[in-house]
């Protein structure tokens, strides 16, 4: 089966995420890819782009590419999915030319962490086909792709439990809205999904 919805990927997860009943959903797939001399991608967290209750939600991030330094790999800022949601982390503009991290540095001020104590982690060295997963909270962001020749591709998939329902605010949401029209149109009832679209895993 594809790796979007493969078993062994759902039940790891699960596991981390601690959903040990009534399975998991993907969400969304989406290909992220940064061509060379791409900005940054601004620092952001994936959650409030999510429109789900409750609002629990893990990203796998396949690479597509060897994450070599000079391609901008995926950087996570430790421990920042505890931080509480003063500055929910969501941007209109993902790739900004500056280093994409005023978001952040307002989070983590609200935080009470001063910028130079924070610490990041690298997803530099992943080999092509590796995964990285992270909390639906954490913040991250990437630098600049310096290569003249190389992009840095990956693939995104963001798991949610199965049991969620759309919130109030997905009807207002460009992306959220069609999806629960379909529902509505398909089902009768906008919270049951279409496992061709928000499949279980």
Known sequence: GSIETHPTLGEVVATLAGWTHGGIRLAQDQIWAKPP????????????????????LVTVWVALDDMEDELGPLEYVVGSHLWGDGRYGSANQFFQPNNGEKL???AAEREGIPKEHLKFVSTAG???G??????????HGSKKNKS???????????????????T??????????????????NNGNNN?????TIPMS
């Open 192 to 196: 049951d999904f279409d496992p061709s």
């Open 148 to 166: 003249k020749t190389n992009p840095r591709r990956g693939l995104g998939l963001h798991f949610v439990p199965a049991q969620v329902q759309f």
């Open 126 to 128: 992943l080999k092509a």
């Open 37 to 56: 001399g791409a900005s940054p991608l601004i620092f952001h967290r994936d959650s409030p782009y999510f429109m789900f209750d409750p609002s629990d």
């Open 130 to 139: 590796g995964i990285s997963i992270h909390h639906g909270k954490t913040w």
């Open 104 to 106: 952040l540095y307002s």
């Open 168 to 185: 109030k605010e997905a009807h207002k949401s460009k992306l959220w809205r069609s999806y629960l029209q379909q529902h509505t149109n």
